[in-house]
């Protein structure tokens, strides 16, 4: 043997120790990049004068176990801006004159949209809604002074009814 088969080339003519090089930069680019996306789109925090909502959404099974002694049960249509609702329960008399109903978006609370329902002549509820809710929206119904709740599901499908029903959320 020779020495010219054993030839030492200088490190930097070597291609191993840039592929370990740019390995470790990959990992550090993609946890700068993940650093970035965490920081730069922080959790909503619900505080102010919506704090005291945030907290009444809690749900402690409270409200639910209500408006299952109250017998509550309804079908929700979204007509346009229009909404409507037939509200069941074991004394009808005994319902409020105004119901909140809420449209939360599945993904973001900035598609989130809410209608204030006004008992109608014939016993139902409606009112509008000022943006249209997402198509796979969760429907909240409640009295305005939260003490039940109904909750039930967009499905997707335009003009058809929607039950709502005593759920936990």
Do not use: C
């Amino acid at each position: 043997m020779s020495d010219s088969e054993f030839e030492v080339k200088p490190w930097y003519k070597e291609p191993w120790p840039f592929i370990l090089i740019s390995i470790t930069g990959l990992g550090v680019v993609a946890g700068s990049t993940l650093a970035y996306i965490g920081l730069s789109n922080p959790p909503e925090i619900v505080s102010g004068e919506f704090e005291q909502l945030g907290r009444g959404l809690t749900d402690t099974n409270v409200r639910t176990a209500q408006a299952r002694a109250l017998g509550l049960s309804g079908n929700l249509m979204i007509e346009g801006d229009k909404v409507v609702l037939k509200l069941e329960a074991l004394d009808v008399e005994a319902l409020p004159d105004s119901l909140l109903v809420q449209f939360e978006h599945p993904a973001t609370s900035e598609g989130d949209t809410t209608a204030l329902l006004l008992r109608s002549t014939h016993g139902d509820y409606e009112g509008l809604v000022s943006s249209a809710p997402h198509q796979r929206s969760r429907i909240i119904v409640a009295d305005l002074s939260r003490t039940w709740w109904l909750a039930g599901r967009l499905d997707g499908s335009e003009g058809q009814a929607v039950e709502v029903n005593p759920k936990r959320l």
